[in-house]
Each structure stands twice: as structure tokens, then as C-alpha cells.
């Protein structure tokens, strides 16, 4: 299963993407709205996890970007 972890805090970030790799999850990490506004758009992931305070563009304009273009992955704030 692969992750899309849009966190702008590095040390966050790096315990969840950690956690989730131990648990053989496949994890790409973004650090701002922005980048991983692009990865969802672009690539395909079975699910995605959100920060809601992200800089360049919030979690909420993530989602709601997402939805516009008919991404459908599972997302989690």
C-alpha cells in the first residue's frame, strides 16, 4: 500500500513515515501543501495523511483540490 504523507514538521514527518515503513507501508513524504498538492495529482496512492497547517496551501485546499480533479484515495487528518 502506498502513502502519501504531506507533513511540515521534519521531525513529525520522519516518526510517522518511520512508523508506517515498519509496518510495510510504501511512504512518500512532502513538506508544504504545495508538493503535495502535485504528488496526488501525479501519482497514485492508496490513501493520503494531511497536516492542516501546511505552508503555501492548507490541508483543507489539498483535499479540496484534489477532490475538484476527482482524486478519490482515503485521506486523514
Do not use: Q
Not at 507501508?25 to 508538493?35: K, L
Not at 492508496?46 to 489539498?62: E, N, Q, S, T
Request: net charge negative; aromatic share 6%.
Amino acid at each position: 500500500m502506498r502513502i502519501l504523507l504531506v507533513e511540515d514538521d521534519k521531525s513529525l514527518a520522519e516518526g510517522i513515515s518511520k512508523a508506517l515503513r515498519a509496518e510495510n507501508f510504501a511512504v512518500d513524504v512532502a513538506r508544504d501543501g504545495e508538493d503535495g498538492m502535485h504528488l496526488g495529482d501525479t501519482e497514485i496512492y492508496d490513501a493520503a495523511v494531511l497536516d492542516l497547517g501546511l505552508p503555501k496551501v492548507d490541508g483543507i485546499g489539498v483535499l479540496t483540490a484534489w477532490r475538484k480533479s476527482n482524486r478519490t484515495m482515503p485521506c486523514s487528518f
